[in-house]
């Protein structure tokens, strides 16, 4: 079964800084996407990046990049000019394309965006 | 332009008693999810079905039962509700791969507390 692992239960970081969540996952598969879901205290889960594994090409939306690492097994997020809109948790997901597509959640970062 | 609607929004139960939380989405997605949402823990994966008429056992599926008689709608029931159960629960749904990208839409989340 995939696992995904968030090594950082919290980060805190200043205005307008720069901020890197880590995530690692185990698979066997070849073939698959990568997320990173945000969650403000409104609760809502909103779609922030999305990374295909066969494109070698890091994904990119605006202020949000990722650096997808295929042989390590690491997607991670860079967070740049941070705004205090940025202040949420943060999921990292993976979805396996053998078989059924079952989306698995890491445990979550906690990040707060100081002003 | 609705998406995915959960109800109810806000629930308390006694312990024993049972319910039954509503999703439904417009967006003619073929998969559909129900999530748990624990501190620490991320969303674990309740059950899960692939289209009208099917269902299937995610990571926690213990204690719950779920139904898709209509493409739109996916019902998770709780028979007799334990403190355990205690949560918030999101429902989400997907494209098929190849009909879209297999990205998932979430609901706004229900917050069930069970006494």
């Known amino acids: 079964a995939q696992t995904v692992t968030q090594s950082q239960p919290e980060m805190s970081v200043q205005e307008a800084e720069t901020v890197t969540l880590s995530c690692t996952y185990d698979?066997?598969?070849?073939?698959?996407?990568l997320f990173w879901y945000k969650q403000p205290p409104s609760r809502q889960m909103i779609l922030v990046i999305r990374?295909?594994?066969?494109?070698?090409q890091n994904a990119t939306e605006n202020r949000f990049s990722v650096n997808f690492q295929k042989a390590a097994k690491s997607f991670s997020l860079k967070i740049s000019d941070s705004q205090l809109g940025d202040t949420a948790m943060y999921f990292c997901?993976?979805?396996?394309?053998?078989?059924?597509?079952?989306?698995?959640f890491g445990q979550g970062t906690r990040l707060t965006i100081n002003p | 332009n609705a998406g995915v609607t959960q109800t109810p929004k806000f629930r308390v139960l006694k312990t024993g008693q049972s319910m039954t939380l509503l999703c439904a989405q417009d967006?003619?997605?073929?998969?559909m999810y129900w999530y748990r949402q624990d501190p620490g823990m991320g969303l674990r994966l309740i059950h899960y079905?692939?289209?009208?008429?099917?269902?299937a056992k995610g990571e926690v599926p213990d204690g719950y039962n779920v139904s898709r008689l209509k493409k739109q709608n996916f019902l998770l029931g709780l028979e007799s509700a334990a403190p355990s159960q205690t949560s918030v629960y999101f429902c989400?749904?997907?494209?098929?791969?190849?009909?879209?990208?297999?990205?998932?839409?979430f609901g706004q989340g229900t917050r069930l507390t069970v006494v």
């Open positions: 079905s692939v289209g009208e008429g099917t269902t």
């Open positions: 989400a749904s997907s494209p098929q791969i190849g009909q879209g990208y297999p990205e998932a839409f």
């Open positions: 997901a993976f979805m396996g394309l053998r078989g059924a597509q079952k989306l698995v």
């Open positions: 990374q295909e594994a066969y494109k070698q």
């Open positions: 967006m003619n997605h073929e998969y």
């Open positions: 698979t066997s598969e070849s073939n698959y996407y």
